[in-house]
């Protein structure tokens, strides 16, 4: 049996962590975990995290019946936003929001949240 990280499991019957190694979320967790996760890395898991973010809360990536939970290396961000309010957003920091969220130009204020 493949070893799998314990970030990666399965929310329904279908799912088998050992079979989503090869996918690009799952390689993006492993370069997160040893540090080496370049800004654009950083980038294409916000993308992927706005995507997923009804299954998540904007922390989890779900694959193949397997939720990929990046949870642990992410902050909580208030954006604020024109014609919308203030929503929650779970990034890395708030340059991955400013350079990736799609609305970006209705931003008036980011906040981190403790």
């Excluded at 190694?21 to 800004?39: F, S």
């Excluded at 309010?85 to 008036?108: H, L, Q, T, Y």
Aim: charged share 25%; net charge neutral.
């Amino acid at each position: 049996m493949i070893n799998v990280e314990p970030e990666v499991y399965a929310f329904n019957e279908r799912g088998k962590p050992e079979a989503i190694i090869e996918y690009d979320a799952y390689q993006l967790l492993l370069k997160v975990k040893n540090g080496t996760a370049t800004q654009d890395d950083k980038d294409r898991i916000f993308n992927e995290l706005q995507q997923s973010s009804i299954y998540g809360h904007g922390k989890r990536v779900a694959l193949l019946g397997n939720f990929i939970d990046f949870s642990q290396w992410l902050k909580c961000f208030w954006v604020k936003y024109k014609y919308i309010g203030i929503v929650e957003v779970f990034a890395f920091s708030k340059m991955n929001i400013r350079r990736n969220d799609p609305m970006r130009s209705w931003i008036i204020k980011i906040v981190e949240i403790d």
